[in-house]
Structures are given as C-alpha cells and as structure tokens.
C-alpha cells in the first residue's frame, strides 16, 4: 500500500466534495511530496453521480451507492462529506469497524452521537479527523488539541456561524430588518431555503459540543448547549446597543468556572471595540482565553467549498501520516482518549450570571423607571445606565433601555416576569446577554 500511495474513497460529491476533489487534482504534486506517496481517490460515490455535472474523477470508479465505498477492501481512508445523520452514521462506524480510517466535516453527527464514533475509532484503532466540521477552513480543532494541549483554558468564544453572522453584520451596516436581510440571503444563496438550523443557533450549538469537549477535556452533550437564535433581534435593539457602544453577535459561549461548565448559543451584546466585534459578514473567529497563554483570536472563513475542502485535505494528509505509525498510536480525536475525558457538571443557564441589556415599552409616564428599578433591586438586579427617550407624536409607549451590572439568570427571569405584569409596560421586555472580556 505504501509505495502505491493511500486509497481515498470520497462518500458525497456536493458543495465541500466538488472542493476536495479540486484541491486533489490542483495540489496533488504537493501533496504526495510531502507525504511521499500520493493521495488517490480511488472511489466516489454520491447520489446523483451519474445525473449531475462533476469535476473529472478519471481514475476514480464513480457509483451512487456510498456502501460501495465503505465495502471496498482495499479503501485506506473514507470521507464522509453527505451530511445529516443516516446513513452518515452508519457508514462512519462500519468503515471505523472494518479498520478504515474516516475524514467528515459532519458536525451535526460528532455533537449527536460522538460518544459512539470516538468510541469506535479508538477501539478499532483507526484515525478520525474532522477539521472541517467547526468553522470550515479555520484550523481550530488542530489549534485546541494541539497547539494549546499544555495550557488550560478558561473560556471560549466563537462566531461560528455565517449566515447568522452576515446577517447581524447586514442588519447592522444597513439598518434593515432581519426579515429583509433574511430573504435577501435566501436568493442569494447565502442562507438555505429552510434557514432554521442556521437561525435558531442549532448549527453553532453543534460546533460548541465539539469545541468545549476539545478546549475543556470534558464530555459535553449537545443536548446540555443552551441554545437561542437571532429570529427575535431587531434594528432597534441594534441600535440601542450601539449607544451603549455594543454590537451584536451570535456567540457560542463556553466557560469553565469552579468546576463547572457553561456552554450556550444565544445573541450577545460585545463591545464594538473588541476584535470579534469586527469580525463582518460571513467569517468566523474563534477567541480563546488560557491560563498561561492568555487571549488569542483565530479568524478566517468558516464555510464555502475551497476553504472547506483545504481542511478536509489537511486531514486526509495528516491521517494518512498516522498510517505509517502504529495504529492507535497517533494523536487522539479529541486530544486525550474518550475515557479520559472529565465528566463535569454543566450549569444550567438559569444558574449563570451576567450583565444584561433590558429593553422595556412603558408607558410615558413619572415612576415607571422606578417602580422597574424597584422589582429589579428586590431580585438583586442593580442599574448600571439607563437609556430613556420622549414620546413623538402617536406613539402611546417609549422604550426603556436598561444595562445592568452582574446578575443571576433566574433573578432576572423572575423579575422579567413582574415588569411584564405591569400596566404601565406594554409587550413582553426584551433582554440580550453582555459580555465585557473579549479583549
Ligand atoms: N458547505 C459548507 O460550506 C460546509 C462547511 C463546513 C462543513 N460542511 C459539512 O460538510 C458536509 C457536506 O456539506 P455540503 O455543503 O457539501 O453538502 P451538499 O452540497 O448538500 O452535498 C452533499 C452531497 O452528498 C450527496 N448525498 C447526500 N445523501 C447521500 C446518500 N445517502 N448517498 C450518497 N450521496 C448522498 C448529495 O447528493 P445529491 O447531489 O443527490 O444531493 C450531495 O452530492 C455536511 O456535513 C456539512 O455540514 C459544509
């Protein structure tokens, strides 16, 4: 096998599979010199193979079956680039059985079911690399596992995902709606027809299973990520923030503190000062804080079919390096075997603290601050500025705009819940997270 190169078997031939395939075919030179000996994509195998137009695979045999791939003995290494759960799964834990090793940009199977996959991999001693499924061609997974094995980090920060990031960035710079900027996104192609994995967070709670497990050494459920999304941000929100001198962002959010961890997805008020606050359109950033390294930022593109793809080709490189080594000897998935991995108890969101923007419609009226102010200091909520504006004409409420200093999650929800009751307050109160530390 080692003298005639490394037997690549590609499961899926869409948006990252037409990418890998290019990279193949555009750097193969390169790549082989580096590994001494190529990498051959020996079998492809993706639905609609055969109806739709393809990059050129001559020396590939071309099937719409993905079984092909995973049954063919003399496949090394299998990429798994369909998406979604099955057979997803089931092809990456038979490949893993029959020894092979698998590459997947496939974060909506790690988050759900990696407890089985790791599993797999380490007990048939095969290789599983899945540098493209947490912020495409940002080499974060390398980065954590890696470069930052000997430090221990605190926190970490991500926009890790774009659609939701080009649409805040949009709705930001031009003042428009989120509906508008939504549809606009839609026929452009950068926001799929059903955009609610996207939106509602569930794609950033996916990458933050991934991301907290590798930065905490923790096992972490996708089911434990508190997850909100950015449907219910509006312009006026936006541009309150600003005045605060915030901007707006969909942070996947993990924390280690006193032996617990806190893992969430929901929009959050950061100040425009801050690098991530910077970070427009559709790019990702992760930014990590170590005990010994401090802050660092990593940024670049986290999806699109070339950038995508460099991760995926970066992975088949390195796996294919393991094979030369004793199998199972390589560096693990998750930086230390699955067993090794702390059991930590995640706090639930109610149990977090932090500073919050408020957002009330009252009534213009003497004492409305007050009687708001008083229920908030009865929950030990304290005010740190107050935003409040005159009535034009017709308008029977006007916004009442809070920033509060720490406070309880629970404290806040009760207390949301009197002001909410009150007459004087129309409309259910908004209210958006803060986080001050990101520089
Ligand atoms: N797109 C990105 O920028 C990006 C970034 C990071 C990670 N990812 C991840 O990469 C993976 C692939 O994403 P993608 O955007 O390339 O998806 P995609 O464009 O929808 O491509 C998926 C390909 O797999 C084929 N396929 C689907 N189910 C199949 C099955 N059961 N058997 C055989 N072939 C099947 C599809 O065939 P048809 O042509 O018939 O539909 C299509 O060619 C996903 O896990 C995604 O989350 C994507």
């Known amino acids: 096998m080692a003298s005639e190169g490394v037997k690549l078997g590609l499961i899926g031939l869409g948006t990252v599979g037409t990418g890998v395939v290019q990279l ?18 020996t079998r492809v195998a993706s639905r609609s193979v055969h ?21 063919d003995p003399d496949i090394d290494l299998v990429v798994e680039l369909i998406g979604g759960i099955e057979p997803a799964r089931s092809l990456t834990l038979e490949a893993l059985r029959r020894g092979k090793d698998v590459v997947t940009a496939n974060k909506a199977l790690l988050a759900q079911h990696g407890a089985e996959i790791f599993a797999a991999a380490e007990a048939h001693g095969a290789h599983i690399g899945f540098e493209a499924s947490v912020a495409g061609g940002i080499p974060i997974i390398r980065t954590l596992r890696e470069g930052l094995a000997g430090d221990r980090n605190r926190a970490l920060f991500g926009i890790v995902n774009g659609t939701c990031n080009y649409i805040l960035t949009t709705m930001s710079e031009h003042a428009e709606e989120f509906a508008t900027v939504l549809a606009r996104a839609q026929a452009q192609g950068l926001a799929e027809a059903d955009p609610s994995f ?37 312009q006026t929100d936006i541009l309150f923030a600003r005045e605060f001198g915030y901007g707006i962002k969909l942070l996947a959010i993990a924390k280690e503190e006193d032996d617990t961890l806190e893992v969430r997805v929901h929009p959050t008020m950061i100040p425009r000062s801050s690098l991530l606050a910077g970070v427009g359109d559709a790019y990702n950033a992760i930014f990590v804080q170590g005990e010994a390294l401090g802050s660092s930022l990593y940024f670049g593109r986290g999806a699109g079919s ?8 970066a992975d088949m490189i390195d796996t294919a390096r393991q094979r030369g080594t004793i199998r199972g000897s390589g560096v693990p998935p998750l930086g230390m075997p699955w067993h090794e991995l702390r059991a930590i108890r995640l706090r639930p969101i109610d149990e977090i603290t932090s500073e ?23 929950h030990d909520i304290s005010i740190a500025s107050v935003i409040q ?5 017709g308008d029977e409420t006007v916004p009442l705009v809070l920033r509060t200093h720490a406070a309880k999650e629970r404290n806040l929800k009760a207390a949301l819940c009197l002001v909410d009751e009150l007459p004087i307050v129309q409309g259910k109160s908004v209210s958006i997270r803060i986080e001050e530390n990101l520089g």
């Open 24 to 41: 193949l075919t555009q750097n193969g030179d390169t790549i082989a010199r580096k590994l001494g000996r190529p990498l051959a994509l």
């Open 51 to 71: 109806a739709k137009p393809h990059p050129p695979l001559e020396n590939a045999q071309l099937s719409s079956d993905p079984w092909s791939v995973v049954h």
């Open 198 to 234: 996207d939106i509602d967070g569930i794609d950033a709670a996916h990458k933050l299973t991934l991301l907290a497990m590798l930065a905490f050494g923790v096992r972490v459920s996708f089911e434990s990520v508190y997850v909100e999304g950015i449907r219910h941000v509006s």
């Open 306 to 313: 070339l950038p995508t793809a460099t991760a995926v080709v």
């Open 356 to 378: 919050y923007y408020l957002r009330f419609m009252a009534l213009d009226r003497p004492g409305v601050l007050a009687r708001i102010a008083g229920i908030l200091g009865d």
């Open 389 to 393: 504006r005159g009535r034009s004409e």
